[in-house]
């Protein structure tokens, strides 16, 4: 069985700060690891995935996010937050190619400016 | 690419209706379509795993009878709200997978329903 925690449901920064969103996952084979964000009222964007290789995966907006099995986790980082960066943020696992993802409760992320 | 749209965008209907939503692949085949159900401020709840030409998988606790899904081609899946009920008011997204990108799902832009 697979799943995810996204610690903290929310997160707010002030622009230009650090963005840190936290994810940790369960999984009983090598995981698939998905970032994904959503704007209002619309669907979900993918923003970096890890399936295998180097652990640390650059994304899209300036987003990066980095593997690490031993704390099984996957958190998602941006060194400068920027206004549009506000949105939903979600979490994903999968076991295998063909499978079905576990997605976690979302982290929403408000940035002050 | 890889893109999915939804058709409708928004759409309001009486209780005791059926509504019809969309689910397109525009520039690839999706053998796999999944269909989630979003509430406000809360995550996507999965509904079902959609497979072209066989029935859809649905999760605990959805009644398929009144959600119904059909995959007829390897671009479109449908979601009928059957008997639609304002508790059935929802943001309702789908995505497909596309053969070859590690189990990316690419998400169409939601549905919004709202049942009176």
């Known amino acids: 069985a697979q799943s995810v925690t996204q610690l903290g449901s929310h997160v707010s920064v002030s622009e230009g700060a650090l963005v840190l969103l936290r994810c940790n996952y369960s999984?009983?084979?090598?995981?698939?690891l998905f970032w994904y964000v959503q704007y209002p009222n619309q669907g979900l964007q993918l923003l970096l995935k890890y399936t295998t290789g180097a652990t640390l995966v650059k994304g899209i907006n300036g987003f990066e996010a980095e593997f690490k099995k031993s704390e099984t986790s996957f958190h998602l980082t941006k060194p400068s937050a920027h206004m549009s960066d506000a949105a939903e943020y979600f979490c994903a696992v999968s076991e295998v190619d063909a499978g079905k993802s576990t997605f976690g409760d979302g982290t929403t992320l408000t940035v002050k400016p | 690419g890889a893109v999915v749209s939804q058709h409708p965008s928004r759409v309001i209907c009486k209780s005791g209706t059926s509504v019809k939503i969309e689910c397109r692949s525009l520039d690839f085949q999706a053998t796999t379509m999944f269909w989630y159900r979003q509430f406000p401020k809360k995550s996507l709840m999965l509904m079902a795993t959609s497979n072209e030409g066989s029935k859809a998988t649905y999760e605990q606790g959805v009644e398929k009878d009144k959600f119904l899904i059909n995959h007829a081609s390897l671009t479109l899946s449908t979601l009928t709200v059957t008997s639609a009920h304002p508790e059935d008011s929802s943001f309702y997204i789908c995505s497909a997978r596309k053969p070859g990108t590690s189990g990316e799902q690419f998400f169409g832009p939601g549905t919004r329903l709202t049942v009176l």
């Open positions: 999984s009983s084979v090598p995981p698939y």
